[in-house]
């Protein structure tokens, strides 16, 4: 197998190039001696992200707000065909991760703090990324990471920092909960962590990625009973499992120990960005030194050729018919395509949670508009992390539509607009602004403070005072601690990372939808209620409660039908 890291982009990064990219090393795997093809791999996380011009969902937290099987689903499906459509025929998604405290920098990649949540949605996207012929269009989906990760202890990191891996160095120093250490007991880890790998499966997922995490101490990627017995044993995984990228590096400082410690424990297929040879080398001597038993790669090798099979690749060898795919079944037109960035906009709009309403909202046709904010026109920000590079970025990434470019779709369009909030004397009805987070990826985006930043708080200040009605819409991977953005929004809505068509928040402003989103994490109103207790009550009876998971209000569409139903 061969991957494309977080913005590890071929050419220009367009699906052409992808496409010609993968296309090279399927056909020289074809040629090898064995002629068994390789299976390219990518993180495609929120879409095929890493694409320009690919259609970017919203990352997992904001489809956790819709609670909709149907639309996690679609949503894979449509980021399948793109996929396929470069010939890349496995995705490292979904991520099953269950957080439980905000301060992660992965928060955003797992739908809820909900097992039950994640265990429906997960098993959705499995089926959606494999579809209904696994062969014809179908991409592998990976349940990563197993397990335990959104459980990780915050300062929990820097215990594991491993001095031996020069990678490191100025890289991940101030990490401080992403790939800790996990200390629930077993009965906890089963009930949260584990249900939706055990629901994963019984939908078919062929592929697991090991977590970098470590359970009391010992690190998942060489931890026997978690991989072997319980993964492939109790909960019967007949596919394989794929170790995080460098993962087995943090086992151990001798390379040979660190892959014998990974495969015994039930690693079928290790991730080595950087030095394959040495690790092949390293296998086969350990085989010959009976350092590890061959019964172990044979089994490691028929998992991986199994999967194979299941997904077409090895057509023309096993049944026996001469005829070998030669282009990537799905033409490559459906990347970025009209039908996939409608789904997401409808997602966007699905996950849009109204937080609190002093019956501002639907804002009417007629009120005069005033858009504000650093993240109101921009696509990379809307984005977020794993999106074309590792980190994502600010500014225009890729193609797609902005909360501005919906609010400038109305009949009266804005009357005036500045990201900063430089607008002048002009006064409005209504204000939108919104405040935000930068992009962020992995152990990069652990925060201690959760607060948004006072330049941000100033803004939604001044313009309180230019408009009879303030609507602040949150861009984030996570809840912010709003402090005082509270006493001045009459509305408040949670945007999560939309992706490429953030006009789908939009159009529930503006009541074209209805609106449905519920929050799939508590949202926290004061510091205490961050990491402290579920219900606040460290704050004393003073403090107002954290909104509860589930929280939302439902908005009916301004005018005319609602075009998706609302649950009941
Ligand atoms: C991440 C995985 C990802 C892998 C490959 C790792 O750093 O933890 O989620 O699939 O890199 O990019
Ligand atoms: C890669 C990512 C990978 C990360 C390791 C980055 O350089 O692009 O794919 O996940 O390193 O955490």
């Not at 991730?271 to 001597?285: G, K, L, Q, S």
């Not at 997401?344 to 937080?355: E, F, G, I, N």
């Not at 602040?472 to 949670?494: N, Q, T, Y």
Request: contains cysteine; negative net charge; charged residues 20%.
């Amino acid at each position: 197998s061969v991957l494309s890291g977080g913005g590890g982009n071929p050419g220009d990064g367009s699906a052409d190039a992808w496409r010609a990219h993968v296309r090279s090393y399927v056909d020289a795997s074809r040629r090898s001696r064995l002629g068994i093809p390789i299976l390219y791999g990518t993180d495609a996380v929120h879409g095929h992200n890493n694409v320009i011009d690919a259609t970017i969902f919203p990352h997992n937290i904001a489809m956790g707000a819709t609670r909709d099987a149907d639309l996690v689903r679609a949503v894979a499906r449509a980021s399948a065909l793109e996929t396929a459509a470069t010939g890349a025929r496995w995705s490292f998604a979904p991520c099953l991760a269950v957080p439980q405290d905000p301060r992660w920098g992965r928060t955003y990649e797992g739908f809820s703090q909900d097992p039950s949540l994640v265990a429906t949605l997960g098993a959705a996207a499995v089926q959606g990324w494999h579809g209904d012929d696994l062969p014809a269009t179908g991409v592998l989906a990976c349940a990563k990471h197993y397990v335990g990760e959104g459980a990780t202890v915050w300062g929990s990191a820097g215990g594991h920092r491993h001095p031996w891996i020069d990678w490191w160095d100025g890289w991940g120093a101030d990490w401080q909960i992403d790939q800790g250490d996990v200390v629930i007991d077993e009965d906890e880890l089963r009930r949260v962590h584990l249900r939706p790998f055990t629901a994963a499966v019984r939908a078919g997922a062929l592929t697991v990625m090991a977590c970098y995490c470590s359970w009391h101490g010992r690190r998942v990627h060489a931890h026997r009973y978690l991989l072997t017995d319980v993964l492939k044993g109790e909960l019967g995984f007949d596919g394989f499992v794929v170790s995080d990228w460098m993962a087995i590096d943090q086992l151990h400082p001798d390379h040979a120990t660190a892959v014998a410690r990974a495969l015994a424990a039930g690693v079928d297929m290790v991730m080595v960005p950087f030095d394959h040879r040495r690790f092949v080398a390293t296998v086969v001597e350990l085989v010959e030194q009976e350092h590890l038993p061959v019964e172990r790669i044979d089994d490691a090798v028929a998992r991986i050729l199994r999967v194979k099979a299941r997904i077409g690749l090895l057509d023309g060898r096993v049944d026996g018919r001469a005829e070998v795919r030669d282009e990537p079944p799905v033409p490559v037109e459906v990347v970025g395509c009209e039908e996939h960035r409608t789904l997401a906009r409808t997602a966007v709009s699905a996950s849009t949670v109204v937080l609190t309403d002093d019956g501002v909202l639907p804002i009417p046709d007629d009120a005069t508009l005033l858009a504000v904010g650093e993240a109101i026109d921009d696509i990379g920000i809307g984005c977020g992390g794993w999106t074309i590079s590792w980190e994502g970025a600010a500014g225009a990434v890729t193609t797609g539509r902005t909360i501005l470019d919906g609010l400038r779709s109305r009949p009266g369009g804005v009357v005036a607009y500045d990201p900063h909030g430089a607008v002048g004397d002009v006064r409005a009805d209504v204000g939108v602004v919104t405040i935000h987070e930068l992009p962020y990826v992995e152990g990069g985006g652990d925060r201690a403070d959760l607060s948004v930043p006072p330049d941000q708080i100033d803004v939604v200040a001044r313009i309180r005072d230019r408009v009879d009605r303030l609507v602040v819409v949150v861009i984030s991977g996570r809840p912010l601690l709003l402090g005082a953005v509270l006493e001045h929004a009459d509305a408040l809505v949670a945007g999560w990372l939309p992706g490429s068509q953030a006009d789908g928040i939009a159009d529930v402003l503006l009541g074209r939808v209805s609106c449905t989103g519920r929050l799939p994490v508590r949202w926290p109103r004061t510091e205490a209620q961050v990491s402290g207790s579920p219900t606040g009550s460290d704050d004393g009876d003073e403090a107002p409660p954290p909104l509860p998971v589930g929280h939302g209000l439902d908005l009916a569409p301004a005018a005319g039908p609602p075009d998706r139903p609302s649950p009941a």
